[in-house]
């Protein structure tokens, strides 16, 4: 008797640890893929190396998440795949989210993203120098309103030079405008910081205040956003969603990760450049521009509608509330 009292014990302590560890583990670590939440990430193909390396890791798995991951060439289809239903949230460029909340679209900010752009305006023209030669001249974008659109116009402004007087023509995304950068089709545009260090054998060059990330860092290159719909459906899902990106940010731009960011680069975009990785991974490492705290700042939010405004986007600027809600990236961190 003495034996099985000592044995029903030592099970009672063995189980209350057990229900101690079970406490004190997230919940969003499920015992079994049939407990994952199915959801679907839209994102521009621009960030498909954040995407691999998101998938390598098991960054939305380890937080509950069974993720889709859509690649759309602009911020313009990853809002149009959210108010159709077809996905659930977008991490994107959201120059044209403003504008449609203006318009009556139920959408929320729910986090930061990648706060700076890692663009540069780039030019094979020897008379085309800085930002001032830029008129009259063919600039290669995206859609016109689109984000690549907004941040040259945007820069433009800054310099007093008014975006009316530039030739704006659509070329796709910022992968496609440097491929026309290359073959002559526009006398400038945006390029990726990743390609910079291939200007010399292209006959390319930066423009001497071209350079986004330094003039324009009040510019918040990047949102995640969901409908009003899945926030009030699916909050739980949003919230272990930002969970996993803050860790993924974090990891990025804190941790040892550039050969885990150069092979998911590989198998994300092709690219087989491996300093083109490093190029990428150290401007992360030295700008912290990726939202790891997840916050988007009411200031930032309302730089953005100015932009918007400025260029006749959109009416006036909206109160903070009605744009964002920060409460499901408060929550995310909780589970870090």
């Known amino acids: 008797m003495v034996r099985d009292i000592a044995m029903n014990r030592r099970s009672m302590l063995l189980g209350s640890a057990a229900l101690g560890v079970s406490m004190l583990a997230p919940s969003s670590w499920p015992a079994r893929a049939a407990d994952l939440q199915k959801f679907n990430i839209v994102t521009t193909s621009g960030a498909l190396a954040f995407g691999q390396l998101m998938k390598n890791n098991r960054y939305l798995q380890e937080f509950g998440i069974e993720p889709n991951i859509l690649p759309v060439s602009d911020g313009a289809k990853a809002l149009a795949s959210l108010l159709s239903g ?4 977008a991490v994107t460029g959201f120059a044209q989210v403003l504008v449609a909340i203006e318009r009556g679209a139920k959408v929320k900010i729910v986090a930061g993203g990648s706060m700076l752009s890692n663009a540069a305006i780039v030019s094979g023209k020897a008379d085309v120098s800085g930002t001032k030669d830029l008129v009259g001249r063919t600039v290669g974008v995206g859609a016109l309103g689109s984000q690549l659109h907004q941040i040259v116009s945007a820069l433009l402004r800054k310099k007093g030079i008014d975006p009316t007087k530039v030739n704006f023509v659509n070329v796709g995304s910022i992968q496609d405008t440097f491929r026309a950068l290359a073959a002559g089709v526009v006398d400038a545009a945006p390029a990726p910081f990743d390609t910079l260090g291939q200007l010399d054998r292209f006959k390319l060059h930066a423009l001497s205040d071209g350079r986004m990330w330094q003039e324009l860092p009040e510019y918040a290159n990047q949102a995640t956003y969901v409908t009003d719909k899945i926030l009030g459906e699916r909050r739980d899902a949003v919230v272990r969603t930002l969970a996993a990106y ?39 490492q030295d700008t912290k521009s990726l939202a790891g705290d997840l916050i988007m700042s009411e200031e930032q939010v309302r730089f953005m509608q100015q932009l918007n405004v400025d260029s006749g986007a959109q009416k006036a600027i909206l109160p903070y509330a009605q744009i964002a809600d920060m409460s499901p990236a408060r929550d995310a961190l909780k589970l870090l």
């Open 86 to 89: 077809e996905m659930d949230i």
């Open 246 to 284: 803050a860790k993924l940010y974090r990891y990025i731009q804190n941790g040892d990760s550039l050969r885990d960011f150069t092979v998911a680069s590989e198998q994300g975009m092709g690219r087989t450049d491996a300093e083109a990785s490093r190029a990428e991974w150290t401007f992360y």
